[in-house]
Structure formats: C-alpha cells, structure tokens
C-alpha cells in the first residue's frame, strides 16, 4: 500500500503543446512519461508500474505457450547484420555505434548497431547450439528496449526512437511444425491483449523486409493509427491495406474484344487523370494508368486503371528488396516521355529495353477499350484494348483497395478503419537459418541437414500500454482496465490526519492488498475537488473515499472509474463489498 505524499506523480491540469494525440496528452498529463528528446522518453514510477503490468501479462502469455524466455544484448556487432539479407535495407533506420578505439568521425562501416530487432543475432545464436532434430521445436522471447532511427517520432510511444518489445522466435525441423507454432503463437497474442482490455483485429498483412511465407498484424482500431484495416464483419475477412484484396473482378471475367483502331488525339494542357476526365469525359475507371519505380536499381512501370492507387508494399511481389518511385529524369530515361503523357502501348515506349519490366494489375481487365498516354507531349490514345494493345509482361495485384468494394469471401461491401499496430507475427521459414554465415541447421531422422523452419513475433509493449489509454479514455483523463491499471484501488481520504479516517483506510487497504489489489491512498493535504480531478485523471479502476461527513453518516462511498455513478456503503459492509469487487475484476 503506497501514500500518495510519498510517491511522485506529477500530474498536469494542462496538456503540453508537444501533445498532440489524446492518449499522448494523458501519458504527460497523468505524469506517466517525461520526454527526454525527440522520441525518447522516461517512464516515471506510475507509467513504470503500469508498463510492468503489459510486461507481465505478456510474459504470462508467452510462457503459457511454450516460449522460453531469454536476453540478447542491444549493443551488437554490425557483422552480424552485414552476414544476414536485410543489413542493405535495414541500415538506414539503425543506430550505429562507433567502438572505443576508433576516430572521432564515424567510420563508413560500423563496428556496432543497437538492435531493432533480434533475427540476425538469435539465428546464429541457437544455429551453433542446436544440431539435432531433437533440439527443435523451441521458442525463445524477450523483452527488450529497441532502437530504430525514425525520421518522423510523434505521438509519444506511439513511433518512438528507444521503445520496449517483446520479441520471440521460433525454430522447428518442418514447416507443418512451424505452422502449429505459428498458430500457437497467435493465439497467446489474442489471449494477451484481450488480458489487457483491448478491442483489437487480427488482419493479414505484408512480409515487409522481414521475410517469410505470411504473416500477420495485431491491430487497434483508432483514428490516430498509421495503418488501415480493410474488414468485413459478416465474414470475418480483414486485412492489412498493404496486403488487402476485393472482389471487384468477377471470376468468369471475359477480357474485351476490340472496338476500333487506336486513335491518337491531343490533350493540350492535360496531364493529369482528373483533367483528361474533366475536359474530354473519360471517365478515371476507363483510363490506363501508368506509374514508374525504380526496385534496386531497376527501373520498371506499372499499369493500373485510373480510378486506382498503386499499393507499394505489394510491388514486393516483384521480387525487388528495395522499391522507390522514379524520379522525372529516370521516367524520361525508360519511356522517352514525362509523367502526363505516359503510356503501355506496344511499340510507344521510347527506350523499351532500359525497363526492366512492364507489370499491369489485373483490375485493368475491367476496362474494355479505354484511354491512355501516347507518350508524346499533349497526345494520347483511345480505343486501346488490354489483350490487344499493351506491352505487359506479367498482372498482378498491385491497386490498393478501396472501401465499399466487394469482401472477396462474401461479396459485401469492405469496411476500411484506421487502426495501431501493437503486434506482428510472421512465418520467416528458412529466409535465416539457410545463410551459410548463420547456419541454423540440424541433423533430421535420416542424418540429412537441414534448415530450422522459423517464426518470429513481435509486441510492441510500450505502444500497446499508450494504446490501452487511446482506446480507454474519456473527457476526466485515463480509464485503466483492472489488469494493466498502476493501482487498481485509490482510497481517497477527505480528511488526512483524522484518526477514525486514517485507521479506516488502513483497514480497507490491507484487505484490498490481501485479496491481489494494489492500493494507493491519497493522503494529500488538498481541496477534494483537486483529489477527485486526479483519480479520474490518472484513471484507477476503483476509488473509494473517506470523508468526515460519511463517517458521521457511518458510510463510504465507492465508484468505479467506468461507472457514471457511486454507491454509498455502510462501513460494516465495506471490507465485503470490496473484496467482492476485487473478485469480479480479477475473474474478467
């Protein structure tokens, strides 16, 4: 039982202008977090105490299923990351550290990175151990403090620089094992933040960088997220936009037969999709639109309808590791045009050989003789047919989905919500284990090696703690959930330094403390109304108070934090009627 006079927790009445989400303004507000730098944060005793809470829900789960927990450094060699597939698109967002024995400049080449993430290090790590294909199905975890170098913190925990994971990884002899661990895995995760009261999607999403066969994400829904979540309710389908799909072409799509010749026309003045529909009425769904990216050091076009957005994390199909959009002179390089007259018709691209692929979403099938550049200023072409005219060499999916179109399980219109990732787990399968500098192999049944099957999988434990505010807040400040709550219990005493008061409290908070609750009592010297604004503010689940006027009355009063109203208890009826509630919360 700890006294409010006691601890520090610095609470605000006013939002600071760094703030500009709600659960942000409440992390400072609340006195959880201080801000040390831009994206670099300190957890004051009450935001450590409800972080440990996450930890420990976390490492409850994790245990649960299986996984063994362990701690790799954060400081590790670069060379670890040089041996492995990811150090040419990954280096950019690490901190590198120049060892003690070296120059004042930073050396080209590091000799130290502080760890985003662990693949490169436990790869090798559990390769060198494990050489038997008794020694596999294993999962390890930790939970780590992480750096990543973002270009853009904001939000408070939400894109930080130095955060807290967990992260997990898996090693099994086949990739059927390696699936039931991944579905194990997943199910931890669910059982995990619904423990700490969050309303949450599992969706599909995109391998990234990272890898592997699938994977997916854990995501909140809030309007303050960096990612969209395409659902339906009714099928249960849900999706990462990155990764989303519809079923906007019909399965017994007929591509269309030519209506004419290709004409060509000119478009003074048009270079864009809105104006060509605007001044010539073509509609953007009956255009062809042609965009320009350059995937290591290649440059190659994509097709898509007008109407549409190319989706990028899918162009990662394509197989290139590192995507950007062409820059105008790269774009005048491949097509002998600018942006606003481009085009994918047979024998138009200018410099045809210097593309290193001309690729088409399959959505371009619903247009049947539409409109697109000629690739000559102010000129463009109609009449032109998919099958007939251009010059593709592979479809694909590569639009970005839009809301309303139809679920591709059910046919009902798609759902699309801002959402916060908290999780991602993903089925890396032997990406890691078969570099021959990590050598993750073990000897199977018949004496053959092997390449361990690997999952990895990620909790952002800081973003979820941030993310529970964002999700459990109203206009009075912060509304715990009982399980990550920094105190469940706060017994708000009126009158400090009345006998019958303090001895009261004292009572009730032992019980409380006896029963599993964690209890804080607020023994300031302050207004009630200052001591009231502050419970709510800083969001404990269950406040009772004391006061010399309920004394008198032989009561008082309890109110739950996510409750409009109070009750007035007898106190013979206290000690039950808390503990009684204590056990309704413990059992949710």
């Excluded at 977090?33 to 831009?38: D, E, L, P």
């Excluded at 969209?228 to 079923?247: C, F, L, P, Q, R």
């Excluded at 009750?567 to 808390?578: C, E, F, H, K, S």
């Amino acid at each position: 039982m700890d006294y409010w006079s006691k601890q520090y927790i610095p609470t605000l009445k006013e939002s600071p202008a760094e703030a500009e989400i709600d659960s942000h303004k409440l992390l400072l507000r609340a006195g959880l977090v201080r801000k040390i730098g831009s994206g670099i944060y300190a957890f004051l005793p009450l935001g450590a105490k409800a972080l440990d809470n996450v930890k420990r829900l976390c490492c409850e789960e994790m245990n649960r299923a299986g996984a063994m927990e362990l701690l790799m450094p954060a400081v590790v060699p670069a060379d670890y990351w040089k041996a492995g597939p990811r150090w040419s698109a990954a280096r950019e967002i690490m901190y590198q550290v120049a060892s003690a024995g070296e120059n004042a400049e930073f050396p080209e080449e590091p000799a130290f990175v502080l760890g985003p993430t662990h693949e490169e290090i436990i790869t090798p790590l559990i390769g060198s151990e494990a050489n038997s294909y008794r020694d596999m199905g294993k999962t390890f975890y930790q939970v780590q403090t992480k750096f990543r170098n973002e270009i853009r913190p904001r939000y408070g925990l939400m894109r930080a620089r130095e955060f807290i994971m967990k992260d997990g990884y898996s090693f099994d002899a086949t990739d059927e094992e390696a699936t039931e661990t991944y579905k194990n895995m997943a199910k931890a995760y669910e059982k995990f933040f619904a423990r700490c009261g969050l309303k949450f999607i599992s969706v599909e999403a995109d391998t990234g960088v990272m890898g592997g066969a699938f994977s997916h994400e854990f995501m909140v829904p809030a309007e303050v997220g960096d990612d969209d979540v395409v659902y339906n309710i009714e099928s249960g389908y849900a999706a990462n936009v990155e990764k989303a799909t519809s079923g906007i072409i019909p399965a017994d799509l007929e591509d269309a037969a030519p209506v004419g010749d290709i004409e060509k026309f000119e478009t003074p003045g048009v270079k864009t999709i809105e104006k060509l529909a605007q001044e010539f009425e073509v509609p953007a769904d009956q255009q062809f639109k042609t965009l320009l990216f350059v995937g290591d050091d290649k440059l190659f076009a994509v097709v898509v309808r007008g109407c549409d957005q190319v989706e990028e994390a899918k162009l990662g199909s394509l197989g290139y590791a590192l995507i950007r959009p062409a820059t105008v002179d790269e774009i005048f390089e491949g097509m002998g045009a600018y942006p606003g007259s481009l085009g994918a018709v047979k024998g138009t691209i200018k410099n045809r050989e210097k593309l290193d692929g001309v690729y088409a979403d399959e959505a371009i099938r619903l247009v049947g003789n539409g409109v697109t550049g000629a690739n000559e200023k102010a000129m463009h072409l109609k009449n032109v047919n998919v099958t007939r005219d251009l010059d593709i060499d592979r479809f694909g999916d590569f639009r970005k989905v839009q809301a309303g179109e139809p679920c591709p399980v059910s046919g009902k219109p798609l759902e699309i919500q801002r959402a916060i990732e908290v999780g991602h787990i993903f089925k890396l399968g032997t990406k890691y284990s078969e570099n021959e500098e990590y050598g993750a192999l073990y000897v199977d049944k018949d004496g053959n090696r092997q390449p361990a099957v690997m999952g990895c999988y990620g909790i952002g434990i800081s973003r979820t703690l941030q993310s529970i505010i964002e999700q459990k807040h109203d206009k009075n400040g912060i509304v715990w959930p009982w399980s990550v709550a920094p105190y469940q219990i706060i017994i708000t005493v009126l009158d400090p330094g009345m006998e019958e008061a303090d001895t009261l409290a004292l009572e009730l908070g032992q019980a409380a403390e006896a029963a599993g609750a964690s209890v804080l009592v607020d023994d300031r010297a302050e207004r009630p109304g200052v001591k009231f604004k502050d419970a709510d503010l800083i969001g404990i689940p269950l406040r009772i108070t004391i006061g010399g006027r309920g004394l008198k009355n032989g009561e008082v009063e309890m109110k739950w934090r996510d409750e409009e109203s109070s009750q007035n208890v007898a106190i013979g009826d206290a000690v039950r009627v808390l503990l009684e509630g204590i056990e309704a919360k413990s059992k949710l």
